[in-house]
């Protein structure tokens, strides 16, 4: 069976966090995307429709990713399945809901900048409040020694005693 796969342009209406399921126990990542939507009239003038709503939710390495990453107003795009969902509120209505099961989440990079990232492990990966590594981590001295705009190493050292020299 095919599933349907979507991609959305909008923003982040919460911080992600990391959840863990109700019935699974299986932790995931879920936050709400809004898409705003509208369309040009016959005039030619610019007509505002009312917005769309999202659960985005992502299990696994995407989970923790997006925990890290996406805050309350980031301009993200979306890429995952569609799924229908359906509850009892706490006052005992029915209520639905169209949630995104997350394949691929990004930062929108037609309306702001974004710094990537590999993750290797817990201590790799930076503040989200402050955007930087934690202080043990080596390679931070060495970028104070990059200029950004040419790429190019400042100072006398060698590029042997920037990156390492190989273990005999």
Do not use: C
Not at 88 to 94: F, L, S
């Amino acid at each position: 069976m095919e599933l349907t796969t979507m991609a959305l342009q909008g923003w982040a209406g919460s911080n992600a966090s990391l959840v863990k399921g109700a019935e699974s126990g299986v932790a995931y990542s879920r936050f709400r995307l809004v898409v705003p939507r509208g369309r040009r009239k016959d005039s030619g003038e610019w007509e505002e429709l009312e917005s769309r709503w999202y659960t985005v939710k992502a299990w696994g390495p995407l989970a923790e990713n997006l925990r890290r990453s996406i805050s309350s107003g980031d301009a993200v795009i979306v890429v995952g399945q569609p799924r229908a969902q359906a509850w009892i509120d706490k006052e005992g209505q029915v209520r639905s809901e169209i949630a995104v099961h997350a394949t691929a989440v990004g930062h929108d990079l037609v309306r702001g900048q974004s710094i990537f990232y590999k993750t290797v492990r817990d201590s790799d990966i930076p503040d989200r409040e402050t955007g930087e590594l934690p202080s043990s981590d080596p390679h931070m001295d060495e970028l104070d020694r990059v200029d950004q705009e040419t790429g190019e190493i400042i100072g006398e050292d060698s590029e042997e005693e920037l990156v390492g020299t190989p273990q005999q």
